[in-house]
């Protein structure tokens, strides 16, 4: 075909169709722009819309419609943004260094911060306002205007100028934490005086503290064994420190016997220290099953108030050898009575590979009913054990005297007490690597700690009254007694000092010669007293008595009145009123069967103030 009907078949391309050759489909662009750019949307409806929809066209021009909408609110979005003006605050600058560049928390440092007007505009007014972390030691600020209250007026700040303001303080923060502090730059600029503002943040972290930590413990440890180490803080600055708290996280199974400084919940709270301060905060106490090694922990923190700052973490290891010297208990509960002898039976054995030398095996405890807190076995028995060469093991059986009543001032345990006890051997240990004893240091192996229920304490006061503590009369008769003539006294039995239930409870005392039951009485819980005239004896009897160790405990009293005719062979005595008083029960806790016997009851009354000194009867009046 000629090129010239290529042309007129692209001239008409609208009518005639779409051209074959290259030459006509580029006279057809030429011609009918609108037609070639219109040709996408009409293939997309001849595709996407004809025969789909009942009225496809309008549907088709509705979403074209909502198409260019959203590229026009795009287009409009894009232009605004990047038409939006640059914040004047984006063009004033601020860079912060400290000195040294090791920040140490309870060390001095010294804060630069450098700002710079970059804007184009000289800022006005400018005032600029510094923040500080919390509990920082502010100790100088300077800058090249005055500084006061954290401010500076830094006047008129020209175009492109710079200035420094430096800091000098304290951190006191977490060790690995942030120290933020804060730059607030306010001004004025342009013609209209407009108002802006900066505001910068500069964060830093402090590496480690001032405040030196050092624990000292024994160089072999010995598993079940006793342990006495040291914890060491000092003060490496040069400024005072505030509260400090030492947090002990102990190795599994160790028990925390004492310290210098009291644990108060779970934490050593040491007070102020000062500048190159040193002090020592000593503990003792026993180590479990520990495996190999025991790792011994101590987190310190400055305290402000409520708020704790965590320092550098004390990790220390110790090597734990099993304890050639091993020993444990036993003990007959029956005789863990209150005024009796407790029998304790100590096992012992040498697992070790050395003979052990000057051994001495017993027990202790920490119990207010034990008049000393360690008893080892002497005699004879004793002197044989001095020495127990590898491989020996046997038993001991060592007996100690319990206090019959303790105050309630020793104790805070008022009912079902337990007594803790434990088995101890001392000894001398050979040098682990040459077993040599030269220079052998002396250790104490203690065996598993025992708790054992407290048979009840039994306390029975008896005594007589004329008057009553108040001063009250309620004896009658006269004073001194005389042949003859009654004279009638109270009677009181008191049950005091007992920790666990008692059921059931007998009290009963025999009447002396010549003395007579009124029936007058009264009590604090069950029935009254009953007397046997066959026996002359008066009893008492309760089901239940509770604990009455406590101070908050009702107080268990029987008091009856008595009354005695004194006869001529009584003169010049001071007869008893009640005798042969007992009291009987069984601790309902331990099921051991308990008694009390009370003091015998006479005219002689030298704790009542009218009645003291009026004991002995006197003849008859001629």
């Known amino acids: 075909m000629k090129i010239s009907d290529d042309i007129k078949k692209g001239m008409a391309c609208d009518s005639v169709g779409k051209p074959n050759s290259v030459v006509g489909r580029t006279v057809c662009v030429l011609a009918h722009p609108g037609k070639m750019a219109l040709f996408p949307f009409v293939h997309w409806f001849q595709k996407r819309y004809h025969g789909r929809y009942r009225f496809a066209r309008l549907t088709f021009l509705f979403d074209i419609f909502l198409v260019g909408l959203a590229v026009g609110l795009a287009v409009t979005g894009l232009v605004f943004f990047l038409s939006k003006p640059v914040d004047i605050s984006d063009r004033i600058y601020f860079e912060a260094n400290v000195a040294p560049r090791e920040i140490v928390t309870g060390a001095p440092s010294t804060l630069l911060i450098r700002y710079t007007n970059g804007t184009g505009e000289e800022l006005r007014n400018a005032q600029l ?142 007070p102020a220290i000062k500048a190159g301060q040193t002090g020592t905060i000593n503990f003792k106490g026993t180590l479990g099953d520990s495996g190999k090694e025991v790792t011994f922990v101590f987190s310190p923190s400055f305290a402000f108030g409520d708020t704790h700052y965590r320092q550098e973490e004390l990790v220390y290891t110790r090597e734990v050898l099993p304890p050639p010297l091993r020993v444990s208990h036993s003990l007959d509960q029956e005789t863990l009575r209150p005024g009796g002898n407790v029998t304790v039976t100590v096992q012992y054995e040498n697992t070790g590979s050395w003979p052990l030398k000057n051994v001495e095996i017993g027990f202790e405890s920490d119990s207010p009913f034990f008049r000393q807190r360690r008893f080892v076995l002497d005699g004879a028995r004793a002197a044989e054990l001095k020495e127990i060469a590898p491989g020996t093991h046997g038993s001991i059986t060592i007996t100690a005297p319990l206090r019959s009543a303790i105050s309630q001032s020793e104790t805070k345990e008022y009912e079902n007490i337990k007594v803790r006890t434990a088995a101890i051997g001392t000894y001398r240990l050979p040098d682990p690597k040459t077993g040599s004893l030269q220079n052998a240091s002396l250790v104490t192996s203690r065996g598993a700690e025992m708790s054992s229920t407290l048979v009840s304490p039994f306390i029975l ?33 008191n049950i005091r000092g007992t920790t666990n239930r008692l059921e059931p409870v007998h009290i009963e005392g025999a009447l002396g010669p010549n003395v007579r039951f009124t029936g007058r009485q009264t009590v604090s819980q069950n029935q009254g007293v009953v007397y046997d005239p066959a026996t002359r004896t008066i009893r008492w009897d309760a089901n239940t008595i509770e604990p009455t160790l406590s101070p908050e405990s009702r107080v268990v ?21 009640v005798t042969e008083i007992r009291a009987t029960a069984t601790d309902h806790v331990t099921g051991v069967f308990v008694s009390a016997t009370g003091a015998t009851v006479t005219t002689n009354l030298p704790n009542d103030a009218r009645a003291a000194g009026n004991a002995v009867v006197e003849g008859m009046l001629h």
Not at 138 to 154: F, K, R, T, W
């Open 461 to 493: 006061e008896s005594f007589a009254r004329y008057t009553a503590p108040s001063g009250d009369q309620i004896g009658r008769g006269p004073l001194p007694p005389l042949v003859g003539t009654e004279t009638k006294y109270w009677v009181f039995w």
């Open 129 to 270: 306002t510094l923040g500080f972390p919390a509990h920082f030691l502010l100790q100088e600020i300077a800058g090249d205007a005055p500084i006061q209250d954290h401010s500076a007026n830094l006047d008129t700040i020209p175009i492109g100028a710079s200035g420094t303001i430096r800091i000098r303080g304290v951190m006191f923060g977490d060790v690995g934490g942030k120290q933020t502090f804060r730059s607030l730059l306010t001004f004025q600029y342009g013609e209209t005086k407009k108002v802006g503002q900066k505001m910068s943040f500069h964060s830093f972290s402090p590496t480690r503290s001032s405040l030196a930590l050092e624990a000292h413990l024994p160089e072999h440890l010995i598993a079940f064994q006793g342990v006495e180490g040291s914890i060491t803080y000092h003060n490496t600055g040069e400024i005072d420190f505030p509260e400090l708290t030492i947090v002990p996280h102990w190795p599994a199974g160790f028990q925390l016997l004492k310290s210098s400084l009291p644990l108060r919940q779970g934490h050593f709270r040491v």
């Open 557 to 577: 009293g029987i008091a009856f009145e008595v009354g005695i005719t004194p006869t001529a062979d009584q003169a010049g005595t001071a007869p008893a009123l």
